[in-house]
Antibody, heavy 123, light 109 residues
Framework: QVQLQQSGPGLVKPSQTLSLTCAIS??????????WNWIRQSPSRGLEWLGR?????????HYAVSVKGRITINPDTSKNQFSLQLDSVTPEDTAVYYC?????????????WGQGTLVTVSS | SYVLTQPPSVSVAPGQTARITCGGN??????VHWYQQRPGQAPVLVVY???DRPSGIPERFSGSNSGNTATLTISRVEAGDEADYYC????????????FGGGTKLTVL
């Protein structure tokens, strides 16, 4: 059974960096079939895919154009987890953030999700 | 980028059949996935690849996809099915490949 456990602060000041971590159990961040994603949800933007990381002999990252330039997703193989960093946040980045797994890149659905973290951007 | 359109709400009486649609340009050529989200909880996958159900999802949940419309059908609706439902596709090659519909609130009368 795969479990994704999120951690990180719920309040970030404008212009600072949002940082969240997703710890994986029951699978490996270095899996050569899975991909590890970040998705956020807000009333104004709905569910929004932000990006993913995956390993296929080397590490790959793909990011949504809406956050490209501000987003970094990093794997941490020593702790079997991956992280999200979103720079220069504004109140529009206030949302519930989820990590989620895609079991196989050939598939495109998110079969396991973290519990979600409400991040509020406010001074 | 690719757009998925869902009705904001659907209402159905217990025991009846609910149909939630997801519209998109030639969506029949894509694999459509459906999620159920109860208040305060993360989304849960209920149908993937148009018609398949993950382990543990009741047979009452089924899906179809053709032309410009995909449909999630919930038979013999129960009070516990009341939730938001989202469709999702992967639009490969797009600047924003992970696409979700706006969601449909299913109300059980």
């Amino acid at each position: 059974q795969v479990q994704l456990q999120q951690s990180g602060p719920g309040l970030v000041k404008p212009s600072q960096t949002l940082s969240l971590t997703c710890a994986i159990s029951g699978d490996s961040v270095s899996s050569t079939s899975a991909a590890w994603n970040w998705i956020r949800q807000s009333p104004s933007r709905g569910l929004e895919w932000l990006g993913r990381t995956y390993y296929r002999s080397k590490w790959y990252n793909h990011y949504a154009v809406s956050v490209k330039g501000r987003i970094t997703i990093n794997p941490d193989t020593s702790k079997n987890q991956f992280s999200l960093q979103l720079d220069s946040v504004t109140p529009e980045d206030t949302a519930v953030y989820y990590c989620a797994r895609v079991k196989q890149l050939a598939e495109s659905y998110f079969d396991y999700w973290g519990q979600g973290t409400l991040v509020t951007v406010s001074s | 980028s690719y757009v998925l359109t869902q009705p904001p709400s659907v209402s159905v009486a217990p025991g009846q059949t609910a149909r939630i649609t997801c519209g998109g340009n030639n969506i029949g050529s894509k694999s459509v996935h459906w999620y159920q989200q109860r208040p305060g909880q993360a989304p849960v996958l209920v149908v993937y690849d148009d018609t398949d159900r993950p382990s543990g999802i009741p047979e009452r949940f089924s899906g179809s996809n053709s032309g410009n419309t995909a449909t999630l059908t919930i038979s013999r609706v129960e009070a516990g099915d009341e939730a938001d439902y989202y469709c999702q596709v992967w639009d490969s090659g797009s600047d924003h490949p992970g696409v979700f519909g706006g969601g449909t609130k299913l109300t059980v009368l």
